[in-house]
């Protein structure tokens, strides 16, 4: 099975902020990578497919890039409603895995 | 608009069974592969298993914790994704949502359905 490892676990940010959130996987999965966003008993919603493409709705500041083995998320000019736990997600081949997570709080 | 509505969760006894449902609308279901994924209380997301289209062969997936004791079915004359669970375990308990899958990713979700496994 392939092994996505998130970092960090968690982050502290403020409104306004730059965060980058990195996805590394046990093995190459070119760019089927996927990053979503889950709120507090919300379902996870899907924000980047394919390592770097905007699903549509989801905000410009939202991007992501990598290819390979390491992929990141960037979230520009942090908004409130951001803070959130993010999640990546490789469909590469099954079973399917996810990250353990990245928790975004508000410092 | 896409919309997937879970149901069928409940409290069940270890080793007890339970039949999720998941109600499809707003796109051609019969076209679609779907998928479902779990999360266990306070943990990270799991994936369950997928189904492919028929036309697509109608084949199953399943991660290898739950092979052998869920089963994915569809009915699409009546839009609707299922999961049968067997033999269920204490870590089987969680929050388990319906998706569709375009491509490979979930891009739509429902709202969820709770599982408890507890004696």
């Known amino acids: 099975d392939i092994q996505l490892t998130q970092s960090p676990s968690s982050l502290s940010a403020s409104v306004g902020d730059r965060v980058t959130i990195t996805c590394r996987a046990s093995q190459t999965i070119s760019s089927y990578l996927n990053w979503y966003q889950q709120k507090p008993g919300k379902a996870p919603k899907l924000l980047i497919y394919?390592?770097?493409s905007l699903q549509s709705g989801v905000p410009s500041r939202f991007s992501g890039s990598g290819s390979g083995t390491d992929f990141t998320l960037t979230i520009n000019s942090l908004q409130p409603e951001d803070f959130a736990t993010y999640y990546c997600e490789q469909s590469y081949s099954t079973p399917l895995t996810f990250g353990q997570g990245t928790n975004l709080e508000i410092k | 608009e896409v919309q997937l509505v879970e149901s069928g969760g409940g409290l069940v006894k270890p080793g007890g069974s339970l039949r999720l449902s998941c109600a499809a609308s707003?796109?051609?279901?019969?076209?679609?592969?779907m998928s479902w994924v779990r999360q266990a209380p306070g943990k990270g997301l799991e994936w369950v298993g997928r189904i492919k289209s028929k036309t697509d062969g109608g084949t199953t997936d399943y991660a290898a914790p739950v092979k052998g004791r869920f089963t994915i079915s569809r009915d699409d004359s009546k839009n609707t994704l299922f999961l049968q669970m067997n033999s269920l375990k204490t870590e089987d308990t969680g929050v388990y949502y319906c998706?569709?899958?375009?491509?490979?990713?979930?891009?739509?979700w429902g709202q969820g359905t709770l599982v408890t496994v507890s004696s």
């Open positions: 707003g796109f051609t279901f019969s076209n679609a592969w």
């Open positions: 998706t569709t899958v375009g491509s490979g990713i979930h891009d739509y």
């Open positions: 394919a390592a770097s």
